[in-house]
Protein backbone atom coordinates (compact mmCIF):
# COMPACT_ATOMS: atom_id res chain seq x y z
CA UNK A 1 0.00 0.00 0.00
CA UNK A 2 1.23 3.37 -0.81
CA UNK A 3 2.36 5.02 1.95
CA UNK A 4 3.13 8.51 0.54
CA UNK A 5 0.52 9.39 -1.91
CA UNK A 6 0.51 12.60 -4.12
CA UNK A 7 -2.32 14.19 -6.32
CA UNK A 8 -2.38 14.02 -8.80
CA UNK A 9 -0.15 12.23 -10.90
CA UNK A 10 -0.37 14.43 -14.07
CA UNK A 11 -1.15 18.09 -13.49
CA UNK A 12 -1.36 20.36 -16.73
CA UNK A 13 -1.98 23.94 -15.95
CA UNK A 14 -2.05 27.17 -18.01
CA UNK A 15 0.39 29.86 -17.60
CA UNK A 16 -0.07 31.79 -14.78
CA UNK A 17 -2.88 30.01 -13.95
CA UNK A 18 -2.35 29.18 -9.85
CA UNK A 19 -2.38 25.22 -8.87
CA UNK A 20 -2.05 23.47 -5.79
CA UNK A 21 -0.23 19.87 -5.44
CA UNK A 22 -0.85 17.77 -2.96
CA UNK A 23 0.74 15.16 -0.46
CA UNK A 24 -0.60 12.56 1.97
CA UNK A 25 1.01 10.08 3.96
CA UNK A 26 -0.30 7.44 6.35
CA UNK A 27 3.84 7.01 8.29
CA UNK A 28 3.16 9.70 10.55
CA UNK A 29 6.61 11.20 10.21
CA UNK A 30 7.32 14.52 11.60
CA UNK A 31 9.66 15.64 8.70
CA UNK A 32 7.74 16.41 4.90
CA UNK A 33 9.60 17.45 2.10
CA UNK A 34 8.96 18.78 -1.51
CA UNK A 35 11.39 18.71 -4.32
CA UNK A 36 11.43 20.01 -7.71
CA UNK A 37 13.10 17.66 -10.47
CA UNK A 38 13.89 18.84 -14.18
CA UNK A 39 14.89 16.39 -16.76
CA UNK A 40 17.61 14.70 -16.33
CA UNK A 41 18.63 16.50 -12.85
CA UNK A 42 18.76 15.81 -9.67
CA UNK A 43 16.08 16.85 -7.40
CA UNK A 44 16.06 20.40 -5.91
CA UNK A 45 14.86 20.91 -2.55
CA UNK A 46 12.26 23.44 -2.43
CA UNK A 47 11.22 23.64 1.26
CA UNK A 48 10.53 21.01 4.13
CA UNK A 49 8.42 21.44 6.76
CA UNK A 50 9.94 19.63 10.33
CA UNK A 51 6.44 18.97 12.51
CA UNK A 52 4.97 22.13 11.86
CA UNK A 53 8.29 24.43 11.79
CA UNK A 54 8.51 25.65 8.27
CA UNK A 55 11.54 25.88 6.52
CA UNK A 56 12.21 27.48 2.72
CA UNK A 57 15.04 27.19 0.75
CA UNK A 58 16.83 30.14 0.01
CA UNK A 59 16.41 30.12 -3.54
CA UNK A 60 12.94 28.85 -3.56
CA UNK A 61 10.97 31.09 -5.76
CA UNK A 62 8.68 33.06 -3.92
CA UNK A 63 6.39 31.86 -6.27
CA UNK A 64 6.00 28.35 -4.50
CA UNK A 65 4.31 28.41 -0.95
CA UNK A 66 3.48 25.40 0.94
CA UNK A 67 0.84 24.59 3.53
CA UNK A 68 0.69 21.60 6.30
CA UNK A 69 -2.81 21.84 8.12
CA UNK A 70 -2.15 18.39 9.97
CA UNK A 71 0.93 15.94 10.15
CA UNK A 72 -0.77 13.82 7.35
CA UNK A 73 -0.80 16.48 4.77
CA UNK A 74 0.95 18.49 2.65
CA UNK A 75 0.34 21.69 0.13
CA UNK A 76 2.60 22.94 -2.30
CA UNK A 77 0.83 26.20 -4.10
CA UNK A 78 2.27 27.32 -7.25
CA UNK A 79 0.53 30.82 -7.07
CA UNK A 80 1.74 31.61 -11.02
CA UNK A 81 3.37 29.35 -12.65
CA UNK A 82 5.75 29.61 -15.29
CA UNK A 83 6.93 28.06 -18.34
CA UNK A 84 9.95 27.47 -16.22
CA UNK A 85 8.30 25.43 -13.81
CA UNK A 86 7.12 22.62 -15.93
CA UNK A 87 8.86 19.63 -13.73
CA UNK A 88 8.45 16.58 -11.71
CA UNK A 89 7.21 17.65 -8.22
CA UNK A 90 8.65 15.21 -5.58
CA UNK A 91 6.93 14.80 -1.67
CA UNK A 92 8.94 12.75 0.65
CA UNK A 93 8.76 12.18 4.23
CA UNK A 94 11.09 10.84 7.07
CA UNK A 95 11.48 10.73 10.60
CA UNK A 96 13.98 13.10 11.62
CA UNK A 97 17.36 11.98 9.92
CA UNK A 98 15.77 8.63 8.74
CA UNK A 99 14.90 6.74 5.18
CA UNK A 100 13.51 9.17 3.43
CA UNK A 101 10.24 7.71 1.64
CA UNK A 102 9.13 9.28 -1.22
CA UNK A 103 5.83 9.59 -3.22
CA UNK A 104 5.10 8.80 -6.87
CA UNK A 105 5.59 12.42 -8.09
CA UNK A 106 3.31 14.84 -10.02
CA UNK A 107 4.18 15.60 -12.66
CA UNK A 108 3.82 19.57 -13.90
CA UNK A 109 3.03 20.50 -17.41
CA UNK A 110 2.68 24.55 -17.66
CA UNK A 111 0.39 25.57 -21.24
CA UNK B 1 33.29 20.93 -8.52
CA UNK B 2 30.29 19.25 -7.09
CA UNK B 3 29.74 17.83 -3.84
CA UNK B 4 28.90 14.67 -4.54
CA UNK B 5 29.83 13.05 -7.39
CA UNK B 6 28.41 9.66 -9.05
CA UNK B 7 30.72 7.38 -11.46
CA UNK B 8 29.80 6.04 -14.07
CA UNK B 9 27.10 8.24 -15.81
CA UNK B 10 25.81 5.30 -17.67
CA UNK B 11 25.82 1.71 -17.71
CA UNK B 12 25.08 -0.68 -19.83
CA UNK B 13 24.88 -4.26 -18.41
CA UNK B 14 24.07 -8.24 -19.91
CA UNK B 15 21.59 -9.73 -17.81
CA UNK B 16 23.53 -11.54 -14.97
CA UNK B 17 26.56 -9.35 -14.48
CA UNK B 18 27.78 -8.10 -11.40
CA UNK B 19 27.43 -4.27 -11.13
CA UNK B 20 29.50 -1.61 -8.86
CA UNK B 21 27.96 2.21 -8.86
CA UNK B 22 30.68 4.30 -7.06
CA UNK B 23 30.07 8.00 -4.58
CA UNK B 24 32.59 9.99 -3.65
CA UNK B 25 31.52 13.36 -1.88
CA UNK B 26 33.60 16.23 -0.30
CA UNK B 27 31.62 17.16 2.78
CA UNK B 28 31.39 15.94 6.41
CA UNK B 29 28.13 14.01 6.80
CA UNK B 30 25.90 12.18 8.67
CA UNK B 31 24.33 9.95 6.67
CA UNK B 32 24.43 8.77 2.44
CA UNK B 33 21.35 7.53 0.77
CA UNK B 34 21.09 5.47 -2.38
CA UNK B 35 18.25 5.90 -4.23
CA UNK B 36 16.43 4.45 -7.06
CA UNK B 37 14.77 6.27 -9.90
CA UNK B 38 12.34 4.62 -12.53
CA UNK B 39 12.07 6.51 -15.86
CA UNK B 40 9.02 8.23 -15.08
CA UNK B 41 8.68 7.56 -11.82
CA UNK B 42 8.98 8.22 -8.16
CA UNK B 43 11.97 7.36 -5.91
CA UNK B 44 12.63 4.64 -3.71
CA UNK B 45 15.12 4.73 -1.28
CA UNK B 46 17.25 1.72 -1.14
CA UNK B 47 19.59 2.34 2.11
CA UNK B 48 20.92 4.77 4.16
CA UNK B 49 24.57 4.26 5.63
CA UNK B 50 26.35 5.81 8.48
CA UNK B 51 29.13 3.37 8.79
CA UNK B 52 30.16 -0.05 7.20
CA UNK B 53 27.98 -2.63 5.06
CA UNK B 54 24.01 -2.94 4.29
CA UNK B 55 22.89 -6.05 2.12
CA UNK B 56 19.45 -6.10 0.85
CA UNK B 57 18.70 -8.94 -1.28
CA UNK B 58 20.58 -8.26 -4.18
CA UNK B 59 21.97 -5.09 -3.45
CA UNK B 60 25.05 -4.25 -1.04
CA UNK B 61 25.86 -1.15 -0.22
CA UNK B 62 28.78 0.06 1.46
CA UNK B 63 30.36 3.12 2.79
CA UNK B 64 34.11 4.48 4.02
CA UNK B 65 33.78 7.61 5.98
CA UNK B 66 37.84 8.25 6.07
CA UNK B 67 37.79 7.97 2.26
CA UNK B 68 34.49 9.56 1.93
CA UNK B 69 33.72 7.10 -0.40
CA UNK B 70 30.70 5.08 -1.03
CA UNK B 71 29.25 2.06 -3.33
CA UNK B 72 26.34 0.44 -4.85
CA UNK B 73 27.05 -3.62 -6.23
CA UNK B 74 24.00 -5.31 -7.90
CA UNK B 75 24.83 -9.13 -8.09
CA UNK B 76 23.02 -11.16 -10.53
CA UNK B 77 21.51 -7.87 -12.40
CA UNK B 78 18.08 -8.24 -13.96
CA UNK B 79 16.46 -5.85 -16.79
CA UNK B 80 14.08 -5.04 -14.03
CA UNK B 81 17.20 -3.10 -12.40
CA UNK B 82 17.43 -0.56 -15.01
CA UNK B 83 16.77 2.70 -13.69
CA UNK B 84 18.73 5.68 -12.12
CA UNK B 85 20.50 5.36 -9.20
CA UNK B 86 21.20 8.55 -7.27
CA UNK B 87 23.70 9.39 -4.26
CA UNK B 88 23.23 11.65 -1.82
CA UNK B 89 24.27 12.84 1.42
CA UNK B 90 23.28 14.55 4.34
CA UNK B 91 24.96 17.29 5.77
CA UNK B 92 26.09 17.59 9.13
CA UNK B 93 26.20 20.51 8.99
CA UNK B 94 24.79 23.68 7.33
CA UNK B 95 25.72 23.34 4.04
CA UNK B 96 23.85 24.38 0.48
CA UNK B 97 21.03 25.40 3.06
CA UNK B 98 18.77 24.13 5.39
CA UNK B 99 20.42 21.85 7.94
CA UNK B 100 20.43 18.85 7.29
CA UNK B 101 19.41 19.24 3.61
CA UNK B 102 20.16 16.26 1.13
CA UNK B 103 22.85 17.25 -1.20
CA UNK B 104 22.63 14.96 -4.28
CA UNK B 105 24.71 13.02 -6.75
CA UNK B 106 23.79 13.28 -10.47
CA UNK B 107 23.03 9.85 -10.88
CA UNK B 108 24.20 6.74 -12.71
CA UNK B 109 21.82 5.58 -15.47
CA UNK B 110 21.76 1.97 -16.03
CA UNK B 111 20.42 -0.12 -18.25
CA UNK B 112 20.96 -4.00 -18.34
CA UNK B 113 20.01 -5.97 -21.13
CA UNK B 114 18.74 -9.18 -21.37
Known amino acids: DAMVIQNPRYQVTQFGKPVTLSCSQT?????MYWYQQKSSQAPKLLFHYYDKDFNNEADTPDNFQSRRPNTSFCFLDIRSPGLGDAAMYLC??????????FGAGTRLSVL | KNEVEQSPQNLTAQEGEFITINCSYSVGISALHWLQQHPGGGIVSLFMLSSGKKKHGRLIATINIQEKHSSLHITASHPRDSAVYICAVRSNSNYGGSQGNLIFGKGTKLSVKP
Open chain 1, 92 to 101: ATSRANSRLN
Open chain 1, 27 to 31: LNHNV
